[in-house]
């Protein structure tokens, strides 16, 4: 996928080449809506905070998916993206699996461009060796005591550039591992990018 972006524009002053993965804020992030059966249009927002009942189904009984992709820049500058397309159709799945209205295609892959395009001053240019990490993730954000659907939903992509995610190339050979607690459980939902997946995981990692 090509972004079109204005090339004009100033880029932010970092060390592109030190960057490390972590969270860096960029100035808007697109977000929509669900509520009484349809989505809205979406809009680019300038806050990173999302306000969320208490009673809210995504902090309570972890109904929620993410993704996660990169955009580069290419030699002669254009910002690229490798298949958006694959991770919609994956959050499509993770979102049938936990009772969430999927994210129409449209609405999916416009966000993430309106995301990019929006912080092209945060993309890392071509030869640094670090890109801009895209976050697109659907929460459950309606009030829920009990254990059901959300009544309403949030659909957000934020960007933020990072550097690799391991600074050394290759994997690191282990002689042994040995772990008493599962990553996943048996036909639950570790094919889905869930988060209730990555907490779970982190005892065992």
């Not at 349809?38 to 902090?59: C, R």
């Not at 991770?87 to 999927?102: D, G, V």
């Not at 416009?110 to 912080?119: L, Y």
């Not at 282990?174 to 779970?200: C, W």
Request: overall charge neutral; glycine content about 10%.
């Amino acid at each position: 996928m090509d972004v079109k972006v204005n090339m004009q524009m100033e880029k932010k002053a970092l060390d592109w080449a030190n960057l490390g993965f972590q969270y860096q804020r960029t100035d808007s992030r697109f977000s929509a809506n669900w509520s009484e059966g349809s989505w809205n249009e979406g809009e680019l927002v300038s806050s990173e905070m999302i306000a969320v009942h208490e009673g809210a189904p995504s902090l309570h009984y972890a109904q929620q998916c993410f993704e996660g992709m990169k955009a580069q820049t290419a030699p002669d500058g254009r910002v690229l993206l490798f298949r958006p397309d694959l991770n919609c159709e994956r959050m499509h799945q993770a979102a049938a699996r936990l009772l969430m209205p999927a994210v129409p295609t449209e609405l999916f892959m416009r966000g993430v461009e309106e995301a990019v395009r929006a912080n092209y001053a945060w993309i890392p240019p071509y030869g640094s060796g670090a890109s801009l990490y895209i976050r697109p993730m659907l929460i459950g954000v309606g009030e829920n005591l009990g254990l059901k659907p959300a009544k309403e939903f949030e659909f957000r992509v934020f960007v933020s550039p990072v550097g690799p995610y391991y600074k050394r190339a290759g994997l690191s050979v282990i002689s042994l591992a040995v772990s008493d607690v599962d990553r996943a459980a048996p036909k639950g939902t570790g094919s889905y990018k869930v988060g209730a997946n990555y907490a779970g995981g982190l005892l065992a990692t």
